[in-house]
């Protein structure tokens, strides 16, 4: 998502908001494996609706002046658009989970980077570039030899839901900058938490049975909860927000999207996934995929250049 320059903060070294990105991406990748173990208790629209509501509390409580002075019929509007968005993608992205594996379920979800230039140029027109074609194919070649058939292989309907997941996710980001020009974004993002919410709790109350009192009443349950909102939703979210303002975009692009990594590394420490050799292969090409998508050429090569300019420098002042 976008972010704003933030009013009156002090300037910290680089390494802090880099930290701050990458601290996003573990925490992004550790929900992978909390929210299947929450799953097993409490239905998925259920989970999401409780979660980004509270999420959406946390952020008003926190930030309340600036989100009353700003809060308007039009930062509800472009949150709405998001929110609904968004809140489909969680909602059919964690019903999917029901039937996958966390680590299967980051690096589907991961593929909605590859999927943002192709929405986006039914948007603004703008063509995707050669790379977003050539990740595309990277990505369909990974995500096809996941598809292959043998021992724990093979995508499922759960797999299937987590792919269709990344498309509105991706129409999300696609339409962010357009819905959030003008807007404060933590005040967009705080509508946007309850939008979200709202729309997963109709569901929850239209399709799914209330959750059991004995777990609502559960320690475990208000602690995976407390990861998701406090740390997964808000925390991350206000890392991203000012991280992204003072990290080189291909730099933060890079560092974000490690989630899906983390996401693996912690399905197969805590939930023990088997990764094969197959898979290993297929995650890796969805994970360069996302890369090719995420990180322009010219940005590559430009930081290649300063790279090359500074060795240069250095070596020349070694010789001096």
Not at 154 to 161: E, F, I, N
Request: hydrophobic residues 55%.
């Amino acid at each position: 998502m976008g972010a704003e320059q933030t009013r009156g903060a002090r300037q910290l070294p680089g390494w802090v908001y880099r930290a701050m990105l990458l601290g996003a991406a573990l925490l992004w990748g550790g929900s992978f494996v909390i929210i299947k173990g929450a799953l097993d208790d409490v239905p998925p629209a259920w989970l999401m609706g409780v979660r980004f509501i509270l999420s959406g509390a946390v952020m008003a409580l926190l930030f309340r002046r600036r989100v009353s002075r700003n809060l308007d019929g039009s930062h509800w509007f472009a949150a709405l658009v998001i929110g609904v968005l968004s809140g489909l993608g969680y909602l059919i992205q964690n019903i999917g989970l029901t039937d996958t594996t966390p680590g299967r379920n980051a690096f589907l979800t991961a593929t909605y980077s590859v999927m943002v230039p192709f929405i986006a140029w039914g948007i603004s027109r703008v063509r995707p570039r050669a790379s977003n074609v050539a990740a595309a194919l990277v990505a369909l070649t990974g995500v096809g030899l996941l598809s292959l058939p043998g021992e724990g292989l093979g995508l499922g309907w759960g797999d299937g839901l987590t792919l269709f997941s990344a498309v509105f996710y991706a129409a999300e980001i696609a339409l962010w900058p357009h819905l959030a020009s003008g807007h404060d974004v933590i005040t967009l993002t705080t509508a946007q938490f309850f939008v979200m919410g709202a729309l997963c709790l109709v569901v929850g109350v239209a399709t799914e049975p209330v959750p059991q009192a004995q777990v609502l009443a559960s320690g475990a349950f208000w602690a995976q909860l407390a990861y998701l909102v406090l740390l997964s939703s808000c925390a991350c979210t206000l890392a991203q927000n000012v991280g992204q303002n003072h990290v080189p975009s291909a730099q933060a692009a890079l560092l974000l999207s490690l989630e899906s990594v983390f996401g693996v590394m912690f399905s197969v420490i805590f939930y023990g996934e088997q990764v094969t050799v197959q898979l290993a292969i297929g995650f890796a090409l969805v994970f360069v995929a996302v890369l090719m998508s995420e990180v322009p050429p010219s940005v590559l090569a430009e930081n290649l250049r300063a790279r090359k300019a500074r060795q240069a420098a250095g070596t020349q002042g070694r010789k001096e």
